[in-house]
């Protein structure tokens, strides 16, 4: 790595709680500031939603101004935003790609995606209940400079429609945002997903190319971002770039949310700027040794242990071939790996969308063999097979999942050999006295009731 990661260590943490319901009763979500950022921070600790007087007078709206397209663009650039729900892809150049488009006579569509489908992560339903002026601002903010014909906030949740219903009235009646509630699932939120289910079809996706920002709802070009990078950059524009990148690294900077969501206790919600490692982000949350680590959500597979002290950031984890996703880590602190992967891979088999055949079957199969490996019932050819599938399938479903699903049984096998060598031949102890079953979600954070008191 050409840069050190950032020298801020943590300290004693500023805290406050909120109810969540998972699959095996409550939790907490406990949400924590990383000190010593420059900026203010993203995240409040009130258990309300901020209105839109506070929001204002927290970030002046005069403070520097509309500061229209080619503006946006530069500051998105200055502060190098990187898509947060997944990809990673530059801001910048998704909102230039539309505004060519634009430009060129087509009518364009923009949607903040808020259809946090991945089950472990929480940052973007939390956004969207205590700060949700925050992401209607970078919304209104890219619509305006694209001349957007229709301007969408899609939720997959009731109770975030009713608080976004009611942020929206804060403004008045000339904020012209739709809210599209979703149903809610794993694929649900992904873009051709939103699209598809804009233009009047399931929400289920499509194959790329082409991307939405190229052809999206009604084959027009449509900007679809994650409201967590809308959050950003309407900082940027209300504080300013510079201040902005005070935080975090020169080639990676700003913060970012990162969910940490354990096998047991409660989750945590922390704004960390960029640069800082994995192992000081685990050591700050309180989850100093984990058993395993699952990094970005369910997608992104077993971090190895020698890479918990890479730098947190897209591009400079994407130089080691991590994946940060939607910045979701899952520590293991109690149960087997082998356990938790079969019950992912069957959350994928769940979940799938039913399209593709590979990841149709490729999830089915996969989910099956590690079912029989974690209760003791392993056929000859399972370790064989699973390591030939999560090699073959990746690539070749329409979305994410089968990736996901092949990058968790690939990692397994890799980081966990012989443990997964010892399952094969005998019947695991800590796997038959999991309180978990296979039709449960592990690690989920339900958002049904998290945010009640927001409204």
Not at 102 to 107: H, I, K, M, Q, T
Not at 185 to 198: I, K, Q
Not at 257 to 273: C, F, M
Not at 408 to 433: G, I, N
């Amino acid at each position: 790595m050409a840069e050190h990661t950032s020298d801020r260590r943590p300290s004693a943490p500023v805290t406050g709680s909120l109810a969540v319901a998972n699959g095996s009763g409550r939790r907490g979500l406990l949400v924590r500031r990383w000190p010593h950022l420059a900026a203010p921070p993203m995240l409040r600790l009130e258990r309300s939603m901020e209105g839109y007087a506070e929001y204002q007078a927290r970030t002046p709206a005069d403070r520097h101004g509309y500061p229209g397209l080619d503006g946006l663009i530069a500051a998105a650039a200055a502060i190098d935003l990187r898509g947060r729900g997944g990809a990673g892809f530059p801001f910048a150049a998704k909102l230039r790609a539309v505004a060519d488009a634009a430009a060129a006579g087509d009518r364009v569509h923009v949607v903040a995606n808020g259809g946090e489908g991945e089950p472990p992560s929480a940052k973007d339903r939390y956004l969207l209940a205590s700060r949700p002026h925050l992401v209607l601002d970078g919304l209104l903010l890219v619509a305006r400079a694209l001349r957007a014909e229709r301007v969408v906030l899609y939720l997959s949740e009731p109770v975030l429609a009713d608080i976004a219903a009611a942020a929206l009235a804060q403004r008045g009646p000339r904020v012209d945002v739709e809210i599209f509630l979703a149903p809610d699932g794993y694929v649900s939120g992904e873009e051709t997903a939103v699209v598809r289910a804009l233009s009047g079809g399931p929400a289920k996706p499509t194959s790329k190319p082409p991307r939405p920002y190229q052809r999206g709802i009604h084959d027009q070009p449509t900007l679809v971002s994650n409201v967590e990078t809308l959050a950003h950059l309407a900082r940027a524009v209300r504080l300013g770039p510079d201040q902005i990148r005070e935080d975090g690294l020169p080639s990676a900077p700003g913060t970012t949310l990162v969910t940490l969501t354990p096998d047991a206790g409660d989750a945590i919600l922390l704004e960390v700027p960029l640069g800082v490692s994995v192992c000081d982000v685990l050591q700050y949350a309180g989850f100093e040794a984990p058993r395993a680590l699952l990094m970005g959500g369910y997608f992104g597979g077993f971090l190895p242990n020698r890479l918990w002290t890479l730098p947190v950031g897209h591009a400079l984890m994407r130089e080691a071939g991590v994946t940060l996703g939607c910045a979701s880590f899952l520590p293991v602190m109690r149960s087997c790996a082998v356990r938790v992967a079969a019950d992912l891979l069957a959350y994928f088999d769940r979940e799938n969308a039913h399209q593709c055949g590979a990841c149709f079957n490729g999830t089915k199969a996969m989910a099956a063999a590690l079912s029989r490996l974690s209760s003791g019932q392993a056929q000859e050819r399972d370790l064989p097979d699973l390591a030939r599938w999560s090699i073959s399938l990746a690539g070749r479903g329409a979305c994410g999942t089968l990736d996901g699903a092949a990058a968790v049984v690939r990692t397994l096998m890799q980081e966990s050999k012989s443990s997964v060598e010892w399952h094969a031949r005998r019947k695991c102890p800590e796997c038959a006295d999991d309180p978990h079953d296979l039709t449960s979600t592990r690690f989920r954070l339900s958002g049904r009731d998290i945010f009640q008191e927001c409204r």
